[in-house]
C-alpha cells in the first residue's frame, strides 16, 4: 500500500490550497484517514481526521478554516484549508489505517508528505 500526497506550495496569507492523498495497492478497506503536519523545530501534529463514515474532527488552531472530506470510491482523503496563516507552514503528511484483506487488522501508513508553505 502507497500513500501519494499533493497539492501543497506556496501561498499569500489569506490564501486557500487543498491537499489530496491518494492509496493505491493491496487494500480491502481504509478506517480513518488523517492529515498531519510538522512545522520546522517541532513535533508532528494532528491536523484533522475523518472516520470511515465521515465523522471528522479537527486540532482547534483549523477549526473554521479548514475542512477535511474522502471519497472512499478513490481511496482519496482531501484537507481544503482556506484563510491560511503563517503558522500553518509546515509539511503534511497523510495518515491511513489499511486493510488488505478481509481478516486482516489495519495496518498503519503515511504519505511522503507535501509542503505548504503560507507566507505574510
Known amino acids: 500500500v502507497q500513500l501519494q500526497a499533493s497539492g501543497g506550495g506556496l501561498v499569500q496569507a489569506g490564501g486557500s490550497l487543498r491537499l489530496s492523498c491518494v492509496a493505491t495497492?493491496?487494500?480491502?478497506?481504509?478506517?480513518?484517514m488523517g492529515w498531519y503536519r510538522q512545522a520546522p523545530g517541532k513535533q508532528r501534529e494532528l491536523v484533522a481526521v475523518?472516520?470511515?463514515?465521515?465523522?471528522?474532527n479537527y486540532v482547534d488552531s483549523v477549526k473554521g478554516r479548514f475542512t477535511i472530506s474522502r471519497d472512499n470510491a478513490k481511496n482519496t482523503v482531501y484537507l481544503r484549508m482556506n484563510s491560511l496563516k503563517p503558522e500553518d507552514t509546515a509539511v503534511y503528511y497523510c495518515n491511513a489505517g489499511v486493510r488488505d484483506t478481509y481478516y486482516s487488522i489495519a495496518d498503519d501508513y503515511w504519505g511522503q508528505g507535501t509542503l505548504v508553505t503560507v507566507s505574510s
Open positions: 495497492g493491496r487494500i480491502f478497506s481504509i478506517n480513518d
Open positions: 475523518i472516520t470511515k463514515s465521515g465523522r471528522t
